[in-house]
């Protein structure tokens, strides 16, 4: 497995939640849920990987604490490949710009792109079916930044069917409040439901029609908890967006603004 190679760099992209829907609790713990995955550049982070001589090498740039290093996603999908091609150390460089805890999807970026920047380094020759494998093994959403294209997402965020959804000709805004919302946190407060919605019918619609139309459960019990990440969703409306919503499971939003 060759050692030396350019070091290859790739800007990292956050994605949105447009509507979501909690269907159901799972055996396995996890929920089912309806959503839309949009994949935005308004947050992005910096990504390089480089030759390394030593043991693994992981460096990041973040005005957050984000934890250790050998918890990062990126390390894990390195030591993943890893352990089946046997591939050698890397540098890893991360400079975040997608904040964390906020529903943008930054830490499964990182790792979708990880794993495809050292698939192509190391001329692995494997599936996008196992790429999708490892994916999983990482995070529900990570599948999704491997495609990143608008999707139409079910089962627990990794069963993704493209749709034909394009917001180029509007403005995208988001506000990230100063307040972290745990994933444990969010779904405590959510009773899953059936949905008699279908979100890609729904959004083939203008964005001006979606506000009483398409949700996202998280935020009736988010915002009598926290009344403050409601009063972003109101600026957002106030500053004329024509849609706005929470993301995931917070604390970002997003407005959709006209032309």
Known sequence: MKKDFEPVEARVNAKINIGLQIVRKRPDGYHDLQTVFYPTDFFTDFLRISPSAQEIVFKMESVEDLGDADNNLCVKAFRLLQKDFGISNVEIFLRKGIPSGAGLGGGSAD????????????????????????ALQLGSDVPFFLYNKPVYATGRGEVLAPID???SSYRLK?????????????????????SDIFLPEILKNSPKDWRNLVVNDFEESLFKKIPALKTVKEALYHEG?????????GSAFFGVFGE
């Open 241 to 249: 967006a024509l849609y706005a919503s929470m993301s995931g499971s």
């Open 174 to 194: 988001i506000v990230k409040p100063d307040i972290h919302i745990s994933t444990k946190e969010a779904y405590a407060g959510v009773t899953p439901h059936e």
């Open 165 to 167: 959804l394009d917001l």
């Open 111 to 134: 790792a979708a792109f990880t794993l495809r920047m050292l698939r192509d380094i190391f001329q692995l020759s494997f599936s996008e079916e196992k790429m999708v494998e490892y």
